[in-house]
């Protein structure tokens, strides 16, 4: 969709834009896309003069005449590829003998069906699309390919107010050269040209992925250290720290009184008898401490 404006050359013209009934009403010295308006007002018009380009047209949207029907029916296809320097490898989404849809190739008709438009919503004014590419890799060769996700969305600003100048996307191209005006004089002319349509900006994103036997065995060892680091806490705060720590105590510990046979108390006979001599080495030291079960047997406490 286009507008075009020929052979403009450079002087004061009337700015339909800026409606006046007196010079009052005309602003000296304003900067205008259109041109500088010089305080003046044309009463033929009722719109005040500005230097710049003529003729200034009333508007430059392009009318329904200009607009290219079927566009809706055309298709995009988008070859992509991605390198990681890291693993070495490169993915693409470029089919040996066929387009595949959402892949590589995407209907407008089936964009636009996303974004929650119609073409004849964006045809006149046309509309700012961003494509977003996600790549998700897996190098490993039990892996299956690479999985592409595709989405789009619209970033220019949608409103319901028809004279809203941030929605749909233009661009302005000049011509210049010299030529002939009315008066036969050759002067600096120019041909411009506004363009509306649909412009596409592709955001590629993609992470990818190896498995890796160093950083597994290290985890690996990180979490048996912490789960040895963890039991040694929390036997501290049992012990030391939380209020049943001495039921904790009673329940972790058995005392036992244990003489060694010349320099313990008689009082300690509970646990040793003088029947108890294979106990003791020749020389009085105690082979292993034991106590005597309810059926009257020893039972070793150590090893």
Known sequence: MSTTLKEQTRGIWPA????????????DGLSTNLGILNGTCDTVSSSCFAAGWGPIPVST??????????????????????????FGKKADNVMASHHEEN????????????????????????ALLVAQLNWDCEFDWWSSPCKVDWSFRRIDNVSDDEDNGASGFSVQRQDYYRGPNEDGEVVQMRDAYYL?????????DGIGRRFDIVPCVVTFGSGIALIAIG??????????IFPSRDAYTRAKYVRVRARRYGNFSE?????????????????????????????????????
């Open 16 to 27: 339909a834009q800026f409606e006046c009934e007196s010079d009052d009403d005309c602003q």
């Open 61 to 86: 949207e392009p009318s329904a005449t200009t607009v290219l029907d079927g566009v809706q029916n055309f298709g995009l296809y988008i070859p992509c590829a991605v390198y990681f320097p890291a």
């Open 103 to 126: 892949v590589n190739y995407f209907p407008l008709a089936s964009v636009f069906k996303e974004l929650g438009v119609t073409y004849d919503e964006i045809s006149t004014k046309g």
């Open 196 to 204: 509306h349509g649909i412009r596409i900006i592709f955001l590629i």
């Open 231 to 240: 039991s040694l806490v929390s036997d501290f705060c049992a012990l030391n």
């Open 267 to 303: 009082s300690d006979s509970d646990v040793f008898t003088d029947s108890d001599d294979d106990l003791v080495d020749e020389k009085g030291k105690v082979r292993s401490i034991a106590m005597r079960n309810s059926d009257g047997e020893q039972e070793s406490l150590l090893p």
